[in-house]
C-alpha cells in the first residue's frame, strides 16, 4: 500500500513538472521574444523586475513540485506567487510598470504571517495585557468568620 502512494507520487510529479516546465518555457519564450527584443522602453529597472520574476519562479516552482513529489496537499503561497508571476511576466511584454502587481504577494503574506505570529503570542500569554491579576491582594487562603453578636 505505502509504495502505491509513491508510486502516485511520482507520477503527479512527472505531470506537474512537465506541465509546469512547459507554462514557464512558453511565458518566458513570449516575454522574451515580445517583452525585450520588440520593446524599447526595456531598461533596468525591467530587468531588475524580471530578475524577480526568475527568483519567484524558482522558489515556488520548487516548493510546489517538492509538495507534490512528496504526495503533500499543494501549498497555497506558492501557487499564488507562481500564478502571479505568470500573469505580471505576460503583462510586462506591453509595460513595465506592471511589476508592481507582483509586490502584493510578499505584502499579503507578511500580512498573514504577522496575523499568524501575533496569534501564537496571544496563545502563548505574551500578547495579553495586563487584567490586575497581580494587583490583588492574596490572603493566606482562610477566610475570617465574623463573630455574632448575641443580644
Known amino acids: ?3 502505491d502512494a509513491a508510486k502516485k507520487a511520482a507520477k503527479a510529479y512527472a505531470f ?9 518555457a512558453i511565458i518566458t519564450f513570449l516575454f522574451v521574444y515580445f517583452g525585450i527584443y520588440g520593446n524599447d522602453n526595456f531598461g533596468m529597472w525591467s530587468w531588475i523586475a524580471y530578475i524577480l520574476i526568475i527568483i519567484t ?3 515556488s516552482i520548487r516548493q510546489v513540485l517538492n509538495s507534490i513529489a512528496g504526495g503533500l496537499p499543494k501549498p497555497e503561497m506558492f ?9 505580471v511576466n505576460l503583462l510586462m511584454i506591453w509595460s ?8 502584493w504577494v510578499p ?3 507578511g500580512y498573514k504571517a504577522y496575523g499568524f505570529m501575533s496569534n501564537m503570542a496571544g496563545m502563548a ?5 495586563d487584567q490586575g491579576y497581580g494587583n490583588q491582594q492574596q490572603g493566606g487562603g482562610r477566610k475570617r468568620k465574623k463573630k455574632r453578636r448575641r443580644g
Open 1 to 3: 500500500m505505502a509504495n
Open 16 to 24: 506537474w513538472s512537465k506541465i509546469i516546465a512547459a507554462i514557464t
Open 57 to 59: 519562479y524558482w522558489f
Open 79 to 87: 501557487y499564488d506567487a507562481m500564478y502571479t508571476a505568470f500573469f
Open 96 to 103: 513595465p510598470y506592471f511589476f508592481w502587481l507582483l509586490l
Open 107 to 109: 505584502a499579503y503574506y
Open 125 to 129: 500569554g505574551m500578547g495579553q495585557q
